[in-house]
């Protein structure tokens, strides 16, 4: 019985060792500049768990929070020279380098929260976005994290018409279309660096600024912030991007085992945002914030979707344009 036992046991640590084998020792490197249990986080904590188990510890995965490798501009710097090898980031903190990208940016493109999901489960149209981004700047997005509409927060009064808008310095990400938009409905945008954006509010530099509950809460901005307005003209959408340098030195079977991993990683991320909005609004509520929707928001949509044609020369490829209105409005088929 103690012979059959050790005999299973060995059969078993050989069976362990080869599975191992089959894949190439190595570290990957993976950051974000969001912190703990944030959407980001979700991914990539999905990520490294099947890397590391499914190569039965022959990959190793580091993982950078909080901006300790830079801000996204900087990872997907990183990204297109091999000193990270997969980052979270804003889609609107790669367009600046992958201009295809705005597509996803434009305005009041995603009525429903649905209409992202379907688009960017699509694999034909994420295929063929994926190898453009790639042609123009060196990385991959080979999987997407979704994370809500972005509201506007701000400490000074509640907006619920444009007008409210008036005389409010609001920090935008540095994205030509978001931009622009706030330029539309009335008043000069503040891009700014995200890891200075919590220090500028807190000192007045900024009275407000626009992204989902989820980075409210992620943020604390109910220390520094008072009024939520509702608004629904941007669903967040961020890549799991790659190093392209990387990807393709991997070999077949590791390359397919990280496809896998981002596919995992997206799949919980998704289910994650999917339980959590409401719960993130809730405590923006519970710590004072008091949040408003629109009163006029047909206004704010006509103004920001008649810009769309400033954006198709910068996006280059109105066929992939026509495509993702194609697939939102099929449903995804």
């Not at 509640?158 to 609001?170: C, F, H, P, R, V």
């Not at 799949?267 to 006029?296: F, R, S, Y």
């Not at 103004?303 to 194609?326: S, V």
Request: aromatic fraction near 8%.
């Amino acid at each position: 019985m103690r012979k059959r036992l050790i005999l299973g046991l060995s059969l078993a640590c050989l069976q362990l060792s080869a599975f191992a084998a089959a894949y190439k020792e190595q570290t990957v490197m993976i950051a974000t500049a969001n912190p703990a249990n944030s959407q980001h986080d979700i991914a990539i904590q999905g990520i490294k768990k099947y890397l590391e188990e499914k190569s039965g510890g022959a990959i190793t995965v580091k993982v950078f929070l909080n901006g300790t490798m830079g801000d996204e501009q900087a990872n997907v710097k990183q990204l297109r020279t091999n000193e990270l090898q997969i980052a979270t980031v804003f889609t609107g903190n790669i367009a600046p380098s992958a201009p295809i990208l705005n597509i996803l940016t434009l305005p009041y493109l995603f009525p429903d929260p649905s209409d992202a999901a379907n688009l960017l489960k699509n694999k034909d149209f994420t295929s063929k976005l994926a190898e453009i981004v790639v042609s123009q700047n060196r990385t991959r997005p080979l999987g997407w994290i979704l994370g809500g509409y972005r509201h506007i927060t701000n400490a000074k009064h509640a907006i619920t018409k444009m007008s409210d808008l008036q005389g409010l310095k609001l920090r935008v990400s540095p994205s030509v279309t978001q931009l622009e938009v706030f330029r539309a409905w009335g008043i000069e945008p503040h891009p700014m660096a995200w890891a200075e954006v919590f220090n500028a509010l807190q000192q007045g530099v900024i009275d407000g600024q626009e992204n989902p509950f989820f980075t409210i809460r992620d943020n604390k901005f109910w220390e520094v912030q008072k009024y939520v307005t509702e608004l629904h003209y941007m669903l967040w959408t961020g890549g799991i991007a790659v190093s392209e340098i990387w990807y393709q030195r991997l070999d077949p079977d590791t390359k397919a085992l990280v496809e896998e991993a981002v596919a995992s990683g997206q799949d919980t991320e998704w289910k994650w945002v999917a339980d959590q909005e409401d719960l993130c609004k809730q405590l923006a509520i519970d710590h004072g914030m008091t949040v408003n929707p629109l009163e006029d928001e047909p206004a704010w949509v006509e103004k920001a979707r008649a810009i769309w044609p400033k954006f198709y020369d910068l996006i280059g490829n109105q066929e992939m344009i026509q495509q993702a209105l194609d697939i939102i409005k099929s449903g995804g088929k």
